[in-house]
């Protein structure tokens, strides 16, 4: 009885390859967007459970805010290490023990970037940061309420890593955005909303900050 074992061919082995090839080269672009939006979403969440916790803090420091930074003659606590302890009441129970405290509070307090950042960086990495420009001159901090259009004045926002200067900093304005997040950058509100906010083809790395305060989005920066 006659039997037909077909293998194959050189030439079908090739083709397979290369059908093989060209889904992969269709799917990697697919692949890493979805990664990057996953890094965008969770960026937005870190910045809402940011924002509970500067509402938390402002409640009970008689609606005050907490400082930008730690430099100058103001005296309080900065807004970086303001969030902890509301940060570590919120975490499930069930999950503190987990990780150490230390990692929790980054996990929220660090744009999903803070995980490429070498070990002997991040101690003095703050990748997310604080509208410097709420409380300037003799003014420390700001009431929260105090603000007459917060749905369009920056609280928080996506800052700069790629300069050791900047990145050290818990503040910083328009000059310190680091559009990471398909050439976008989050911006949490004075009113609690995040949005996804875009101002030029930055990538965040190779050109440094934002040419202007406004990105033609009606973004305030000095609420005075």
């Not at 400082?67 to 970086?80: A, I, K, M, Q, R």
């Not at 929220?108 to 410097?132: A, G, L, W």
């Amino acid at each position: 009885m006659y039997k037909n074992n077909h293998a194959f061919t050189l030439i079908e082995l090739l083709i397979v390859i290369f059908i093989i090839l060209t889904i992969t080269g269709l799917m990697f672009p697919v692949l890493s967007s979805i990664r990057e939006k996953s890094k965008q979403a969770v960026c937005m969440s870190n910045m809402g459970q940011l924002f509970k916790c500067l509402v938390q803090y402002s409640i009970e420091n008689d609606g005050y805010l907490p400082l930008d930074d730690n430099s100058g003659p103001c005296n309080g606590e900065v807004w970086f290490k303001a969030v902890d302890r509301y940060i570590i009441t919120d975490t499930l129970p069930e999950n503190q023990t987990e990780i150490s405290t230390k990692e929790r509070l980054m996990r929220i307090k660090q744009d999903p970037v803070f995980k490429t950042i070498s070990q002997d960086e991040k101690d003095n990495t703050r990748s997310i940061k604080m509208n410097t420009q709420l409380a300037q001159g003799s003014m420390c901090r700001r009431m929260i309420d105090s603000i007459s259009f917060p749905s369009k004045t920056v609280l928080l926002f996506d800052g700069r890593i790629n300069n050791t200067t900047v990145a050290s900093k818990y503040d910083g304005s328009y000059g310190s955005v680091a559009q990471r997040h398909s050439r976008g950058a989050n911006i949490l509100f004075i009113d609690g909303h995040v949005e996804r906010v875009q101002n030029g083809d930055s990538d965040g790395t190779a050109n440094e900050g934002w040419p202007n305060g406004h990105a033609d989005q009606g973004i305030i920066w000095d609420p005075d």
